[in-house]
């Protein structure tokens, strides 16, 4: 179970360092905003949190929000 928490989470990750990236090599800053990040697999959305993590079904109370 926790190789899976780590590859779905490490999707959303790859798709976050890519934006960043991105921005860097136009000489941009970049701010995502709130980040929701779930405590027990790591899944991170932008945004609100989901009802429930999609990845291992964490309760959207136990999110931790960062604002970044």
Same mark, same amino acid.
Do not use: M, N, W
């Given at each position: 179970?926790?190789?899976?928490?780590?590859?779905?989470?490490?999707?959303?990750?790859?798709?976050?360092?890519?934006?960043?990236?991105?921005?860097?090599?136009? *000489?941009?800053?970049?701010?995502?905003?709130?980040?929701?990040? @779930? !405590? /027990? &697999? *790591?899944?991170?959305?932008?945004?609100?949190?989901?009802?429930? @993590? !999609? /990845? &291992? *079904?964490?309760?959207?109370?136990?999110?931790?929000?960062?604002?970044?």
């Amino acid at each position: 179970r926790s190789f899976h928490y780590a590859l779905e989470t490490e999707k959303v990750h790859k798709a976050l360092y890519e934006e960043a990236k991105a921005a860097v090599d136009q *000489g941009k800053d970049i701010s995502f905003g709130t980040l929701h990040i @779930c !405590p /027990v &697999c *790591g899944y991170t959305v932008k945004g609100d949190a989901p009802d429930t @993590c !999609p /990845v &291992c *079904g964490c309760a959207k109370e136990k999110f931790e929000a960062h604002e970044v």
